[in-house]
Structure formats: C-alpha cells, structure tokens
C-alpha cells in the first residue's frame, strides 16, 4: 500500500478550515517520517506538504482579518447601543416635557363638575390624572427604620458574626455572598488545596 494511502485527500486547501489545513499538514508530516526518502511517495508527500504550508499563512491572516472584522463589529454595535440609549434618553425627556406641557394645560382649565379636566380630540383624550410619588430630598434625614443597609466583608468574619446572633435577628438578615477569585488563585499557585476551585489555563489566540 501506498504511504499516501495512509493520508485521506480532501479538498483544494483554500476551502479547507484552519483546524482541517493544520490537522491534514500535521498527519502529512507524520506520515512523512514513516516513508523511505527518495521514493515517489516521498516526492509527492513532500509536494502536498509544501502546498499545506504555503497556504497555510495565507489561511491564517484570513481568519485574523475575521475576526478583526467581527470584534469592530462588535465595537460598532456596542456605539450604536450606547447611541440608541441616548437617544432614548432624549425622547424620554421630550415625552416627560410634553407631558408637563399638558398637565399645565389641563390645569388651567376650569373644574369640571364631575370628573377630571379633559379635552377631547378626534380620535384622542387628554384627561388630567393625579398620581402619587415618593422623592427623597435628603437621605440622610430618613429615619433607620426606613433604610436597609447592605454589608460587604471577608466571608470568614460575616460568619463570626452569624454564629453570635439569634437566629430570629438572622432570618432578617439577606446577605450576597461572593467568592474572591484573586485571593483564590493567589493561595492556589502558592500550593494551598482549597476545596472547589481550581487553576484552568482557556487556550487563546494572539494576534501580532
């Protein structure tokens, strides 16, 4: 059997992946040590192996330049989002602006005997409705017993504190518990074992 055999041909290289050209370029080189040098099949391995690694370059600066166009395409949407929200902000503003407009309007009308102040159009009313708000001028003069207070510590000395309440003072209490992912790496490559985490070392990609 021929060594070349032992290589499945694909297609032309161009339409290959990078993944397929890396792995088919990585088989050809394995094969290639088991072939006798200065045979035809070495030849035409050598030919295929020069092919893969000329495209391959061009393979790789092809895929770069994808995702270099995706991630300012990313950057574009990320703008347009921050665009489109300011400018929701703006017709917020103006429908709040017209909406005070009105109110004054319909305030200067005169009461009606039954009902709130209204003007009818064709296909629309505009009705004077009352509606209730809280506004805060100065949170520091809000009594305690209106506020919550929301806590942020070691969780080793919240759980000194749990252990000396009661526990009907404890089930008030709502705590976000989060874990501190510097400090965890930090004690695992000093070689601490800390139960339920791990170092994991994500391939990535580098462009230069």
């Known amino acids: 059997m021929s060594a070349l055999a032992l290589v499945e041909p694909r297609e032309a290289t161009a339409s290959l992946s ?17 072939v006798e040098a200065g045979t035809t099949d070495a030849a035409e391995l050598d030919a295929q192996i020069q092919r893969f690694q000329d495209a391959l370059p061009r393979k790789v600066d092809s ?4 995702m270099a166009h995706l991630e300012s ?23 709040a602006s017209l909406e005070g407009y009105c ?12 009902g709130p102040r209204k003007l009818e159009g064709e296909f629309n009313t505009l ?18 017993e209106y506020k919550t207070a929301a806590a ?3 969780a080793e000395l919240w759980q000194q504190i749990v252990e000396t309440l009661w526990p009907e003072t404890l089930a008030q209490i709502t705590v976000d518990v989060s874990v501190r992912l510097a400090d965890v790496k930090k004690a695992l490559k000093a070689g601490v074992e800390i139960e339920g985490a ?10 230069s």
């Not at 395409?73 to 429908?95: H, I, P, T």
């Not at 791990?198 to 462009?207: F, L, N």
Request: charged content about 35%; some cysteine; overall charge positive.
């Open 198 to 207: 791990d170092i994991e070392y994500p391939k990535g990609v580098r462009r």
């Open 63 to 66: 895929v770069c330049r994808m």
């Open 152 to 154: 942020k510590m070691p």
């Open 127 to 144: 009705a004077l409705s009352p509606s209730e708000r809280c506004k805060i001028e100065d949170p520091l003069l809000v009594p305690i």
């Open 103 to 114: 109110v004054r309007v319909l305030e200067a009308l005169p009461a009606p005997k039954k």
């Open 73 to 95: 395409q990313a950057a574009a949407a990320k703008l347009e989002a921050a665009r489109l929200s300011q400018r929701q902000k703006q017709f917020e503003s103006r429908a």
């Open 18 to 34: 990078l993944y397929e050209m890396s792995e088919d370029l990585v088989c050809l080189l394995d094969t290639r040590d088991m």
